[in-house]
């Protein structure tokens, strides 16, 4: 399985963006498929993830600013992030598991900086 994450940039704070993630090499739907972030100095850290059931769960620190969703059949998971903070600056990883296994992509980074 390989994951090819997109939409990362330079956006100010308060701004929005949309990161997408295609899983590719699986003919089944993925039990979960989420987005992890690592800030420079800091540990890698659950932002937000999603089940192919729809049930969701996310970080404390972007609840009620971020929302997953995700296109099972495709095999695609998005993250809109609104009202982004300079603390949202991190490199974004997307991250799925299915059948025993985790698979991460490359990482997108994403900056929030006036």
């Known amino acids: 399985v390989q994951l090819q994450a997109s939409g990362g940039g330079l956006v100010q704070p308060g701004g929005s963006l949309r990161l997408s993630c295609a899983a590719s090499?699986?003919?089944?739907?993925?039990?979960?498929m989420g987005w992890y972030r690592q800030a420079p100095g800091k540990q890698r850290e659950l932002v937000a993830a999603?089940?192919?059931?729809?049930?969701?769960t996310y970080g404390d620190s972007v609840k009620g600013r971020f929302t997953i969703s995700r296109d099972v059949a495709k095999n695609t998971v998005y993250l809109q992030m609104n009202t982004l903070k300079p603390e949202d600056t991190a490199v974004y990883y997307c991250?799925?598991?299915?059948?025993?296994?985790?698979?991460w992509g490359q990482g997108t980074l994403v900056t929030v900086s006036s």
């Open positions: 991250h799925a598991y299915t059948r025993a296994a985790n698979y």
């Open positions: 090499g699986a003919s089944w739907s993925l039990a979960l």
């Open positions: 999603i089940i192919s059931g729809g049930t969701t």
